[in-house]
């Protein structure tokens, strides 16, 4: 009986080795030998700036999405970024923890990307009482001056839940709430990707979740995390008519599942796996929104939030150390996190190294001061770039990374981070 015991948990651990063996050495094992600060496209000195706010409620930003406004023909004739900001974030948070106050609730901001100019979205017609706490959020464009369709998942205190708003170019301070969407299937929803005004992607990122009665809480959720387990899932929701919803499952046994993006051509749509330190990428149905799985590609840190710019490069944004993470969100004396941001280009299939014999002890990612080849094998299909490092010092616990390739500028939001920092080339 021992004999089989002991079987079962060598296979358990050999499982655990083979598929976090890598992010387990580098993410939490060792401390990433990162740079104070390094900008791919120049000194981030004087390349680089932090737009802060002076009641410290631009802080702990840990989504943000492109706001564009097209013109008639369809061309994006302005472009903003919208960003979801909780200061309370250290007192309340239903993913890593702790869940000791939700009040007060958190702010949405407006950058202009012309010229960083900054104003507070304010919530109009929001419930009185009703706590607001963002975290991942996407918005459709805004055709010819018509309203945008906002979504925003929402950890509020009873529970997890997505607010549904419409913002207008005539008046984009001001989010008009429509509704609050609910369900039991909204069990930890983290990130999201529209695909019409009235349908979208959520990932929920864990079954067992914080909510949870103490001891099952932080303990399950916190073996979940660590051990890697598959028990996450991606689904596709449709709001209907009467404000009730369309649940379908669309991606399963994902670790962590996280953020979610939907390529420019709406044909592949991209799922972070955190614990795991992956991407996986599937092709989708435009027509039904229904996903197979292609291929995974490893990246250096525990992935966060992810997005595709115009050109179809994936930009994917993590914490390379997850201990010191957890440190920072506890508010340990001195503690500081580090950021990792690249980008994934996809190659040719005819690209000499695109093939297994060539990828696998390929080096690349040579500008870098900490090379991403040092932390993960080359991938087959898609060239991986650092964007930024920083070992926290400069600019720390980095969750998403936006890429304007109309100048290049590159956007980026800390967890437990003041401000929103701006590079641009």
């Not at 998942?153 to 607010?163: D, G, M, P």
């Not at 369309?246 to 796996?273: K, Q, R, W, Y």
């Not at 330190?277 to 197979?292: E, P, S, V």
């Amino acid at each position: 009986m021992l004999s089989r015991v002991f079987a079962a948990l060598a296979v358990l651990l050999a499982t655990f080795i083979y598929r976090s063996g890598r992010v387990t050495k580098h993410g939490i094992l060792t401390l990433p030998a990162l740079p104070p600060s390094y900008y791919v496209n120049g000194d981030v000195e004087t390349h680089c700036s932090l737009i802060q706010e002076s009641s410290h409620t631009l802080n702990y930003c840990e989504d943000m999405t492109f706001w564009d406004h097209l013109d008639v023909n369809g061309t994006v004739a302005s472009r903003f970024v919208i960003a979801g900001c909780d200061p309370n974030r250290k007192a309340w948070n239903t993913v890593m923890g702790p869940l000791h106050n939700a009040d007060p609730r958190g702010y949405l901001w407006l950058v202009d990307t012309q010229d960083n100019s900054l104003q507070r979205i304010e919530l109009e017609g929001y419930p009185e009482g009703h706590d607001f706490h963002p975290l991942g959020l996407e918005v459709t464009p805004s055709q010819d001056g018509a309203p945008s369709t906002l979504y925003i998942v929402n950890h509020a205190r009873e529970k997890t839940v997505i607010e549904h708003f419409v913002i207008s170019p005539d008046a984009p301070t001001q989010a008009l709430w429509q509704r609050t969407l609910s369900s039991p299937w909204f069990v930890s929803p983290n990130a999201l990707a529209i695909t019409n005004e009235t349908s979208f992607y959520v990932s929920n990122d864990h079954l067992m979740t914080r909510r949870l009665p103490f001891p099952l809480a932080p303990i399950l959720p916190l073996v979940e995390s660590i051990a890697g387990l598959p028990l996450s899932w991606l689904a596709h929701v449709t709001v209907n008519p009467d404000g009730t919803i369309t649940h379908e499952l669309a991606a399963l046994g994902v670790a962590f599942s996280n953020g979610v993006a939907i390529s420019p051509d709406g044909t592949t749509l991209a799922l972070s796996s955190t614990t795991l330190g992956q991407i996986y990428f599937y092709d989708r149905n435009t027509t039904t929104n229904a996903l197979k799985y292609r291929e995974t590609v490893n990246v250096p840190f525990f992935s966060d939030n992810i997005m595709f710019d115009e050109h179809g490069a994936l930009i994917a944004t993590g914490h390379p150390h997850f201990p010191s993470l957890v440190a920072v969100a506890a508010n340990k004396t001195d503690a500081r996190a580090p950021s990792w941001s690249v980008s994934l280009t996809p190659l040719a299939k005819d690209t000499h190294f695109a093939k297994s014999a060539h990828a696998v002890d390929r080096k690349y990612d040579l500008r870098a001061p900490l090379s991403a080849s040092e932390v993960v094998s080359a991938s087959e299909g898609w060239e991986l770039e650092t964007l930024f490092q920083s070992d926290g010092s400069v600019f720390g616990t980095s969750t998403t990374a936006l890429r304007d390739v109309r100048t290049g500028a590159l956007y980026m939001i800390g967890l437990y981070e003041e401000g929103l920092m701006v590079c641009r080339p």
